[in-house]
């Protein structure tokens, strides 16, 4: 395309994946998409998109380019276009609210008050738009993870504490939390593995979640979260003693078709009977399935089902997606080996999100979040979706940062 001007195609997006990074002070600046939409490099970046969109309409409209040109040009402007929509939506969305600010600093007297408050109105309405339209387009900007649409295997696992039952406690209330969400979302939740705790808790669980998008929203769920509360019983209770105890929490992204070969005698499989929730057949039969694969010490459970062999299947699965993971840990790592990596079974010793019952706060320590109401948070509902949500766009914003700073890493080195 040389004949046609400077204009070479290249991706919208260059980087395949990010991280959440727990070191910027800089990234944790960006509190929302509007107030990052304002920095000066992205401006002169979107800019430069919206130019080569125009110059790309343009040269698409020569009669001289053969075949192989018009497929090229056309991929391009598909990438572009709603890319510069969005542009030129917030532009005039940024027009409008600066006009409603100008009139009203002008709306001041007590004739006029009526009018400036139906303004102030207006003014929160485009706000509201306005941080729509950019969280809209750096979602354009962010390149589609490949497995976010994938279900997934949920793994919860309680932790060690003096203060006994915590630990397990807490862990049933999480894996209940993500059963809720998994409603609250539509998804189907299927129960892979469950071992409860003598005393009600639960020592582990697992679950099979699918639905829409499963991954992408649970994709930051993974790592430990630590619990700080007084226990409901005990000479801590009586003296309100606070006690801190953690679980952890594994996602595993499961494709449909998972290309890792397994070697049968790799296996080594056991039998045994099922326990905890799932019908009266539970304790019948060794219909429960527990399989190791020998040269890496991975193991799994199943005893969702009646049928020993279906649980074998489901095993196998799981395995294999536990395996797959690992692999890609391992390109990861050494693709990124100066970023802390959290996707999939991420570090179990980073501690991501705190829940403190007598304060009645959660922290996500990833990117300095409160939300109040931890009921409202375990209940799996609309708060946890905020929380999960607020996790994304802070995600999709350190990916657009991280992007920028490379481009001007690139061009400052002459490339």
């Not at 009645?360 to 375990?378: C, G, M, Q």
Request: proline share 3%; glycine share 4%; hydrophobic share 35%.
């Amino acid at each position: 395309l040389h004949s046609h001007g400077s204009w070479r195609p290249k991706p919208v997006w260059d980087t395949t994946r990010f991280t959440l990074s727990f070191n910027s002070q800089h990234r944790k600046n960006h509190q929302d998409s509007q107030a990052f939409w304002k920095h000066e490099a992205v401006q002169k970046y979107l800019e430069t998109l919206s130019k080569e969109y125009q110059q790309v309409s343009h040269l698409l409209s020569a009669d001289s380019l053969n075949d192989f040109e018009q497929r090229t040009l056309r991929r391009r402007c598909a990438d572009l276009s709603p890319i510069a929509a969005a542009f030129q939506e917030i532009k005039e969305a940024e027009r409008e609210v600066q006009e409603l600010e100008a009139m009203c600093k002008e709306l001041d007297s007590r004739d006029e008050k009526q009018l400036l408050e139906l303004a102030l109105q207006e003014k929160e309405t485009l706000d509201k738009k306005m941080t729509m339209l950019c969280r809209k387009l750096f979602q354009l900007l962010v390149p589609k993870e490949k497995y976010d649409r994938s279900p997934v295997i949920l793994e919860v696992t309680a932790g060690r504490t003096t203060g006994g039952d915590i630990c397990q406690q807490f862990t049933k209330e999480m894996f209940e939390m993500y059963q809720n969400y998994a409603n609250y979302k539509r998804w189907t939740f299927d129960i892979v593995n469950y071992m409860p705790a003598e005393i009600g808790g639960l020592h582990h669980a697992a679950a099979h979640i699918s639905g829409e998008n499963v991954y992408r929203h649970l994709k930051y769920e993974g790592g430990t979260h630590r619990v700080q509360r007084i226990p409901e019983t005990g000479m801590s209770s009586r003296m309100q003693r606070i006690h801190t105890g953690t679980m952890s929490v594994i996602v595993l992204p499961q494709p449909e078709e998972v290309d890792v070969k397994v070697d049968p005698k790799d296996l080594r499989i056991d039998t045994f009977r099922a326990r905890g929730a799932g019908g009266q057949h539970v304790n019948k039969t060794d219909s429960a399935v527990r399989i190791v694969h020998v040269p890496t010490g991975l193991a799994v459970e199943c005893q969702q089902e009646r049928s020993q062999q279906m649980n074998k299947e489901i095993a196998l699965r799981t395995l294999r997606a536990k395996l797959y993971q690992q692999i890609l840990e391992k390109q990861l790592s050494q693709e990124q080996s100066a970023r802390k990596l959290q996707l999939g079974t991420r570090a179990q010793s980073e501690r991501i999100r705190t829940y403190n019952f007598t304060q009645d706060r959660v922290t996500d320590h990833r990117i300095s979040y409160d939300a109040r109401n931890i009921k409202e948070i375990l209940s799996g509902k609309e708060a946890l979706d905020k929380l999960i949500n607020r996790l994304l766009e802070f995600a999709e914003i350190e990916a657009v940062t991280q992007y920028l700073e490379n481009l001007q890493a690139l061009e400052g080195g002459g490339c």
